[in-house]
């Protein structure tokens, strides 16, 4: 597969198709043909070579830099009218190849997101190893006529659709979205709905997106589908908290890192949370307090990270939402409350574990422990965040009332009272963010947590999420 590296749709689009023939894809300018290229074709000797989405000129120059091949037949181009409809012909090629699909997967294909390339580098192994198609929307909108016409044709029961929610127009497949509050948060939903299909964390590439740059990731569809492998993004000098979590969680499971592209420092860090719990070599557990840095702020942050405390980036930075996260952990586990780490928390964060929820059950919703002053958003049983909170005081408002509740409405404010989920049809009784969210009860009667957290848990909390209050 030969592809324009200048342009994501076409390079992910030709995934599915490159491992249907157990093949790569490789990237070239859209104005010339990269020396590099001719020499691996040859170096693999294909029997069949596609060109994906390039002009004539390059065309021309795969011809004659091969002309057996151009002889035989064995190049085949494909190019439709613009990126969409290239997409189209590509999936039909797919189909041709693997026969029915069992699946496509829709992305953004328009500038409406700035990460859009992230969606479709992230989905791309998921559907080269199942020979699903990948098509391409606005991120809003209506379905390009191209695109609505591969759909047609696919019949695919089942369409992954990713960072978009349009209609498809197919009222018998099955739809799963896959959209999260950022380029990362999407990613990893994708690489966790991977795994439910069958794909591993046994094999994870490390991909840089530094910017909104995806490009170093548009080849990786085919090969880490050889062994059904998942992608994950990084930031440019950092690990982004949502990345660095489901690397924490499925440590367990991670045999093999491929790195493109992230700056060393970044690898360096998966590798040192890779090895957590075990303190590296030589670790003293020196006490560490807000702007502290290092490589022991760095283990820090990826044992609260694995616990579910939400530090941010891990980045070898002790700062505000690093303390926050220390003080959530320190109320958790009975601690003094103080947010710095001491001998005592060192001691504790080695052998801790994740915090369980009271409740039991499916779905999503929120426990705020008013004793811990903890606030827990539990997924299907489990705690996938802890964070601190504040909760009334009767010197100042009311004590915060104990009890089963659900959000009845919400609001984007971005007041003092920030991003609140009211509690109460009438009335101002929320959980918000606030900036001051200190280590005991102090507010007038709501649920107050960090700015940073509510900015993050306010779009994974949808109406109707029940809260329990104890």
Not at 197 to 222: F, K, N, R, T
Not at 312 to 341: C, H, S, Y
């Amino acid at each position: 597969m030969i592809a324009d590296g200048s342009d994501y749709r076409t390079a992910t689009c030709s995934a599915p198709l490159a491992a249907a023939h157990g093949g790569p894809t490789l990237l070239t300018p859209p104005g010339f043909l990269d020396a590099r290229v001719v020499d691996e074709v040859v170096r693999l000797s294909p029997d069949k070579i596609f060109v994906i989405g390039l002009g004539p000129a390059v065309v021309g120059a795969i011809r004659g830099a091969f002309p057996d091949a151009a002889a035989s037949g064995s190049i085949v181009t494909i190019g439709g009218t613009d990126a969409y409809d290239t997409a189209r012909l590509v999936a039909a090629q797919v189909a041709a190849e693997v026969g029915s699909v069992s699946g496509a997967v829709l992305v953004p294909g328009d500038d409406a997101l700035s990460w859009a390339g992230y969606a479709a580098v992230s989905v791309s192994p998921l559907a080269a190893a199942q020979g699903w198609p990948i098509l391409f929307t606005p991120a809003a909108g209506l379905l390009p006529e191209a695109t609505a016409q591969a759909l047609d044709s696919l019949r695919a029961p089942l369409v992954v659709q990713v960072a978009t929610t349009v209609g498809t127009g197919i009222p018998e497949a099955t739809i799963r979205n896959l959209s999260g509050t950022n380029q990362y948060d999407t990613s990893v939903l994708v690489a966790e709905f991977a795994a439910s299909q069958g794909l591993s964390y046994g094999h994870v590439a490390v991909v840089s997106g530094y910017d909104g740059e995806c490009s170093m990731g548009l080849a990786i569809g085919p090969y880490l589908a050889l062994d059904k492998g998942i992608a994950l993004f990084t930031g440019g000098s950092d690990l982004p908290a949502e990345t660095a979590t489901v690397i924490a969680n499925r440590s367990p499971a991670i045999n093999e890192v491929d790195f493109s592209g992230p700056a060393p420092e970044t690898c360096a860090w998966v590798e040192f949370l890779l090895g957590a719990p075990e303190a590296p070599a030589g670790f003293a557990f020196p006490k560490l307090k807000e702007r502290s840095q290092g490589t022991e702020v760095m283990y820090l942050e990826g044992r609260l990270t694995a616990l579910s405390y939400r530090p941010g980036p891990i980045d070898g930075v002790f700062n505000k939402r690093t303390r926050q996260a220390v003080v959530a952990f320190q109320k958790w586990e009975g601690l003094k409350r103080t947010g710095i780490v001491t001998e005592e928390t060192w001691s504790r964060l080695l052998a801790a574990s994740r915090p369980v929820p009271k409740t039991d059950g499916s779905g999503t919703w929120l426990e705020v422990d008013k004793a811990r002053q903890v606030l827990l958003f539990c997924v299907n049983g489990a705690v996938d965040r802890a964070l601190t909170t504040s909760t009334g005081n009767a010197s100042v408002g009311m004590v915060t009332p104990s009890g089963e509740y659900a959000v009845c409405r919400e609001n984007t404010w971005e007041t003092y009272r920030y991003h609140p989920l009211y509690l109460r049809k009438r009335g101002v009784w929320a959980i918000h963010g606030y900036t001051s969210v200190p280590v005991h009860p102090a507010s007038h009667g709501c649920i107050r947590i960090p700015i940073w957290d509510m900015e993050e848990l306010h779009a994974l909390v949808p109406i109707g999420t029940k809260v329990y209050i104890y």
